[in-house]
């Protein structure tokens, strides 16, 4: 496998995105994705970027996460009623996840238009939805380990779980997990987590060594520059699957694209439930323009 797995899009327009989004989604392919804030950002998770705050390297990562766990479980009884099994390494990451603790744990969701939300909603520059061909990632991930991974969830769940232990020797490897019981926010977002298994080198290393690129950081140097019609001709051909694609949104058409979402009932009140995304979704009135002034 070479760069031409890799591909970097940028849209001539919203409608444009929306065909992309169409293209990689399902049927046609099964992509999951992520939207930022800013296309200048890599994918990294929130324990990666903690780590490399005060250090310049990632050999703590590990004994950071078993600390972060230990003093989670040891105080999660007295605000979750119903806490995970002591054993459920992926569960209590990712409650530490939904309420914002540092984990190996990344974000992505099935739907192209929820990620394109994340990436607008509070960007101030141009940003980014990223792309992953899950089929790819799984298969990729089947060749490099012994068991039946895709097709058995629990089984996927237990060998990345041997993972999380002072003493694991991590493959550099990434896997698409779901815990086994979803929150709330998890199911209405549509959200999976990309796992990590090494978490003592980047999490973009782990991926392009998955997919066997031929370099260790999803860099604009080493994408395939491309625009939507080229992609059209590339899923079309049964034998070249994408693997990573980046997809740049430019911030000049982020008022309509918000709009638009607004019209899907994507916005923070569909996407947070409670009050805290009811007042968050308030700030669309701001994108309006059939107001009228006082006076």
Same mark, same amino acid.
């Given at each position: 496998m070479d760069n031409s797995m890799f591909y970097e899009i940028s849209p001539n327009s919203w409608e444009d995105a929306k065909k992309i989004g169409k293209l990689l989604g399902f049927?046609?392919?099964?992509?999951?994705? +992520?939207?930022?804030?800013? &296309?200048?950002?890599?994918?990294?998770?929130?324990?990666? +970027?903690?780590?490399?705050?005060?250090?310049? &390297?990632? /050999?703590?990562? #590990?004994?950071?996460?078993?600390?972060i766990i230990e003093r989670f479980k040891s105080r999660a009884h007295q605000y979750i009623q119903s806490p995970p099994k002591d054993q459920d390494s992926i569960e209590w990451l990712s409650i530490i996840q939904h309420y914002g603790g540092p984990t190996r744990l990344l974000d992505f969701t099935e739907s192209f238009y929820i990620a394109s939300f994340f990436a607008i909603d509070s960007a101030l520059e141009d940003s980014c939805v990223w792309a992953?061909?899950?089929i790819t990632l799984?298969?990729?991930?089947?060749? *490099?380990?012994?068991?039946?991974?895709?097709?058995?969830?629990?089984?996927?769940?237990?060998?990345?779980?041997?993972?999380?232990?002072?003493?694991?020797?991590?493959?550099?490897?990434v896997l698409s997990i779901a815990p086994s019981r979803l929150n709330e926010r998890l199911a209405i977002q549509k959200g999976k987590f990309?796992?990590?298994?090494?978490?003592? *080198?980047?999490?973009?290393? &782990?991926?392009?060594?998955? @997919?066997? @690129?031929?370099?260790n950081t999803l860099e604009s140097k080493n994408a395939t520059l491309i625009t939507s019609e080229n992609l059209e001709g590339i899923v079309n051909d049964l034998?070249?699957?994408?693997?990573?694609?980046?997809?740049?949104?430019?911030?000049?058409?982020?008022?309509?694209?918000? +709009?638009?979402?607004?019209? #899907?009932?994507? /916005?923070?009140?569909?996407?947070?439930?409670?009050?805290?995304? @009811?007042?968050?979704?308030?700030? @669309?009135?701001t994108q309006r323009d059939d107001y009228e002034r006082d006076g």
């Open positions: 049927p046609n392919f099964q992509f999951v994705f +992520r939207g930022q804030a800013s &296309n200048e950002w890599g994918l990294k998770t929130s324990i990666e +970027r903690a780590t490399e705050k005060y250090l310049n &390297n990632l /050999d703590w990562t #590990m004994y950071f996460e078993n600390q992953i061909n899950e799984g298969n990729s991930s089947l060749l *490099k380990t012994d068991i039946e991974l895709r097709h058995d969830l629990n089984k996927l769940i237990e060998y990345a779980q041997g993972y999380i232990s002072f003493d694991s020797d991590g493959k550099d490897l990309l796992f990590p298994c090494n978490i003592s *080198k980047s999490f973009e290393s &782990n991926l392009c060594s998955t @997919f066997d @690129f031929p370099f034998n070249v699957w994408p693997s990573v694609v980046k997809i740049n949104l430019s911030k000049e058409w982020h008022r309509e694209a918000i +709009r638009d979402l607004y019209a #899907m009932n994507i /916005d923070s009140a569909s996407l947070f439930p409670g009050l805290e995304g @009811f007042a968050r979704s308030l700030n @669309f009135i």
